[in-house]
């Protein structure tokens, strides 16, 4: 199964080291980054949810009017509409970018967060949320015929959706979090389990957790990883450009007023800062500065190195069983681009020659 590459736009420039600039939603940045991940290369591409931005799902109506091959992850939270009408809408949306999307459930690992859009569930009422919400949204999508369906949270008497997704079975569902609540419902729902850029072990460890999981429902897992790659000519100048990110990202907080602040109630978060704790470099290549200074408020771990020498760090993630990287850069535009010219092809290459390999041992016998 060859990797899938995923990228990350939002609708103005900003990042750790980018103090937010232009507009909130700057349709010609959209176009030109959208536009930059389908030439890069890019297979998806991931638009992310806040509780104060805008609607992930307008942006990617837009991003995909300017496309023409890549396709999208819309971040998408469960609870503040019902499933049903969920489906209905999501299914809408999926004709209209020509079967090019796919949705990542995020049930919320900050009750602020949360509260802001009315939500005053905790952690563990939320997975069980959506647990129930995913069980009628999947069923929206595939039934035949109206149904019924009396739930602890939601109730429906002949539900049905004239628009089906043109994937089949259904949309395809990514799923983040990694409580033991979460883990339940990922092993029942999800097709992919998306988790941030952890250490090689911690990998290996909540991988076979999940698997284990998907395993009780006779289903498999595809997964996805998340790194902040920083790319230099030489390692060295790789390294630098890291300490330079790291000092543009202590000043802009510094400048904002921002506390470098403890850890998020989201497992995923706790997990990053545990990779941190063993040093700002982890595993040769995994750089966790970044994530000690935000207190992992996201997908802030980074992989360093030349381009090569990351694409080797990112194929031992994939002989891990990884199929899906989300790739995302300190300087969003710009290393895009350059993840294009310079990485994706290496990581297809190395990635090519891995199967290759793999298949050679498995026809080795028959041929013996």
Known sequence: MSVEIIGMITTQLQSETIRPQGPVIDRDYVRRFAQAHE?????????????????????????????ERVNFLLAHRPGFIGPAFAAR??????????????????????????????????????????????????????????????????RYEKAFSEVKPLQKPHIPIFFGGASEAALRVAGKHADAYALWGESLAQTRELTQR??????????????????????????????????????????????????????????????????????????????????????????????????????????????????????RGFDPLDDAVDFGRELIPRVRALVAEHEAGLQQRQDAPALA
């Open 39 to 67: 030439a890069a290369g890019f297979d998806r591409i991931l638009v992310p949810q806040h509780s104060t931005g805008p609607d992930a799902s307008q942006v990617i109506a837009y991003a995909s009017s300017v496309t």
């Open 89 to 154: 809408q999501l299914a809408t949306l999926e004709n209209f970018t020509g079967g090019r999307l796919a949705v990542h459930i995020i049930s919320g690992g900050s009750d602020e967060e949360q509260r802001r859009d009315g939500d005053f569930l905790d952690h563990d009422q939320r997975y069980a949320r959506t647990d129930e919400y995913l069980e009628v949204l999947r069923r929206t999508w595939t039934a035949d015929a109206p149904f019924d369906h009396q739930g602890p949270l939601y």
């Open 210 to 327: 999940v698997r284990a999981e998907a395993a009780q429902h006779g289903r498999g897992m595809r997964f996805s990883v998340s790194f902040r790659p920083i790319l230099g000519e030489t390692e060295g100048q790789a390294w630098d450009r890291a300490e330079r990110i790291l000092a543009d990202t202590r000043r802009l907080r510094t400048e904002a007023g921002w506390s470098r602040g403890g850890p998020q109630q989201s497992e995923g978060a706790r997990r990053l800062l545990a990779a941190a704790e063993r040093g700002d470099v982890v595993d040769e290549r995994l750089w966790t500065a970044v994530a000690r200074e935000t207190g992992a408020r996201s997908n802030s771990t980074a992989l360093v190195g030349t381009p090569q020498q990351v694409a080797q760090a990112l194929l031992k993630y994939v002989e891990l069983g990884v199929g899906t990287l989300l790739l």
